[in-house]
């Protein structure tokens, strides 16, 4: 970790922030907090230079134009690779996820490249949006439960031999090519398409970027209850949905 | 005016067609209140609509006709509307909300004597009923993230607002603090611009034009790359008076709380000026007003008074909290995920919870246990409760606000009256 506080950096928050993604800023923040970290937050908003000095970046999910502006305005912008090669931690979900990747198709239905930062590109389905509840099984090399979120895209995600999906998927779409994968992730770089959001629906997956900002393999413990109790309540009735 | 469903017979200015619409949708509507199945208002309007499919667009020649549409405020700016113009005639209104087409037909076929149709529209629709109702006034008050599974991008409900009334002959009264109403407005030909305010922007930082960020100093906003900025206000919320635009305040004297009132209130007597109705007046007539379709009435609750509060969306939550009681008063949170709410609970994370730290807070509803997991990241002191019951024999001295989302408020009113 770069100084003595946990350097937060949230990316557009005036673009990317329509699905009540912003929660995983606030969890990762109030988790860090609870284990006696300071926390220094940082919103750049479009107009602005990312810094390089971050130590977790997160981007949220936006509509289609706003995902199209927030590209272009990242692809000109130094500050995410430079941090990234420092050995920064990135958290994309949904339209950030896709923005992580070598492409997406924007809101004019034209193929628009994106940071390169996953070697991952996505192409929009045809008409099947995937809504709803969603649970995948976590790569067993991150040492994560279960996943629960929510999702809402029409994006289908298709992964490249430079990462390894972040899941697979039990009930819901995922990245939509129908092989059962959801999200990918490589070394310090992450993409989902769970909201949820996924940091308060899993809140290891916040202690997991905290683990790795501050490289240790644990944390004090933190007070789950209610995050166990939504949890166990989202889990069963995604399965029910299925049942 | 309320006129009797049963006993009204179809205008005689309808044609024979419209008349049979009429009537078979009343008999609908008449089947499905005598099954206990609400006003049948719905039912009967399409019903109504099937045996006519110009039958909106007939009952509306005779009316003059104001729309009302909104992410928040429609309902209770329809019923301020209404009151305001009765003052110059009778008039008939989807009062109770039903704001799709099959609603507002069945509405309307109750307004046989009425001069004036002042009806809410669901965002989804307005274009619709604006090319159906040849209306003289539609009022845009604002618009922001609402639903987004199951609803339209908030920038695209801009945008069809934008092509569906760019040819209307409507006066448009809009405000001018919302970027996108007026974004959407500004391709009409003829706008009446109401500062009425705007607490939550975070839908507005992106010009809606050209895509540039946002400048926001003071009450001004423009976008420095392509120029398209706030129009000049020809009425203006300044606290709790309307300025109309000779540049007379008119005092607001409401019985309906918050600041979101207030905006409502001006935007109100901007369309009533409209139809001649002078500010004063209309003012003096939207007092009267209460509650509105149970919102923001108070009840007893074993012994306890219980204010109940809809709020449905991160701007509604925004503009609730501000007209809450100060803490400590006890605040009980309701939020339910069926498909009228929207099933997905991630917006609970754009609301500002944070704002209730201080106050002893109760959650319930389908997903109390989203807002126990919000709340604790919040900093907010919270209990788990199961009924209002319950939250109130908990709760410490003072006035109960009970805020709810959709049904979970209609299912709160329900538990308050048994």
């Given at each position: 970790m770069s100084e003595s506080a946990l350097r937060l950096v949230w990316i557009y928050p005036d673009l990317l922030s329509t699905y009540g993604d912003r929660g995983n800023v606030l969890v990762v923040e109030r988790r860090a907090r609870q284990r006696g970290l300071q926390v220094e937050r940082i919103d750049v908003r479009s107009d602005q230079q990312v810094p390089t000095s971050g130590d977790i970046y997160l981007i949220g999910g936006g509509e289609d134009r706003p995902q199209r502006l927030a590209g272009e305005r990242l692809r000109v912008d130094p500050g995410l690779h430079r941090a990234v090669e420092n050995g920064a931690i990135v958290f994309g979900v949904c339209a950030g996820f896709q923005i992580l990747g070598h492409e997406f198709v924007d809101d004019r239905g034209e193929r628009t490249s994106g940071l390169g930062l996953l070697d991952v590109w996505s192409t929009r389905g045809e008409s099947h949006r995937n809504v709803g509840d969603i649970l995948a099984e976590p790569d067993p090399r991150l040492g994560l439960p279960t996943m629960t979120g929510f999702e809402n895209h029409q994006g289908i995600t298709h992964l490249g031999q430079g990462v390894s999906p972040?899941?697979?998927?039990?009930?819901?779409g995922g990245n939509g090519t129908g092989d059962g994968t959801e999200g990918a992730w490589r070394d310090t770089v992450f993409g989902t398409y769970l909201h949820g959001p996924v940091m308060a629906r899993n809140p290891a997956v916040a202690d997991l970027l905290i683990k790795l900002a501050l490289d240790v393999s644990a944390l004090p413990p933190a007070d789950n209850t209610w995050y166990d109790a939504l949890r166990s309540e989202r889990i069963s009735a995604a399965q029910q949905q299925t049942a | 005016m309320s006129a009797q469903p049963d006993s009204a017979v179809p205008s005689a200015s309808l044609n024979a067609r419209a008349k049979l619409a009429v009537t078979?949708?009343?008999?609908?509507?008449?089947?499905?209140?005598?099954?206990?199945?609400?006003?049948?208002?719905?039912?009967?309007?399409?019903?109504a609509l099937r045996v006519d499919p110009d039958l909106l667009s007939r009952l509306s020649e005779n009316l003059d006709v104001v729309l009302v549409s909104a992410t928040n405020g429609k309902t209770t700016t329809t019923r301020l509307i209404a009151e305001a113009l009765r003052a110059a005639g009778p008039v008939v209104s989807n009062a109770l909300g039903a704001n799709m087409p099959a609603g507002i037909t069945s509405a309307l076929a109750e307004g046989e004597q009425a001069r004036f149709g002042v009806i809410e529209v669901d965002e989804k629709y307005l274009a619709m009923v604006a090319r159906d109702t040849h209306p003289k006034a539609i009022a845009l008050l604002n618009l922001s993230r609402d639903q987004l599974d199951r609803s339209s991008e908030t920038r695209m409900l801009a945008e069809k607002w934008r092509e569906g009334l760019a040819g209307s002959e409507a006066v448009i009264i809009a405000n001018a603090d919302d970027p996108l109403v007026t974004w959407a407005a500004s391709s009409c030909r003829r706008v009446i611009w109401v500062a009425a305010g705007q607490a939550y922007r975070e839908d507005a930082w992106s010009c809606p034009s050209c895509g540039g960020v946002m400048q926001r100093p003071d009450e001004e906003w423009f976008c420095p790359s392509c120029g398209f900025r706030r129009p000049q206000p020809?009425?203006?919320l300044q606290g709790e008076f309307v300025v109309d635009p000779q540049g007379s305040p008119w005092p607001i004297r409401l019985q309906l709380p918050?600041?979101?009132n207030l905006s409502n209130a001006a935007s109100t007597a901007a369309v009533a000026s409209v139809f001649g109705v002078h500010p004063q007046v209309a003012l003096q007539r939207m007092e009267s007003v209460t509650a509105v379709a149970g919102r923001y009435e108070s009840v007893m609750v074993a012994g306890r008074e219980v204010r109940l509060l809809l709020a449905k969306n991160p701007a509604g939550w925004l503009e609730t909290f501000s007209l809450i009681d100060p803490a400590p008063a006890p605040v009980v949170l309701s939020v339910n995920a069926l498909s009228a709410d929207g099933t997905d609970t991630s917006w609970l994370w754009d609301v500002d919870y944070e704002r209730l730290v201080g106050h002893p807070v109760f959650v319930m509803g389908q997903r109390k246990l989203d807002l126990a997991v919000r709340l604790e990241v919040a900093g907010v002191q919270?209990?788990?409760?199961?009924?209002?019951?319950?939250?109130v024999a908990m709760a410490p001295a003072g006035r109960v606000e009970a805020i709810a989302n959709y049904t979970a408020f209609q299912q709160l009113r329900r538990d308050v009256q048994n």
């Open positions: 972040l899941a697979r998927v039990t009930v819901g | 078979a949708g009343k008999a609908a509507a008449a089947v499905s209140r005598a099954a206990g199945r609400g006003s049948g208002s719905v039912i009967g309007g399409k019903v020809h009425w203006a918050g600041r979101a919270f209990q788990v409760v199961d009924s209002i019951q319950q939250a």
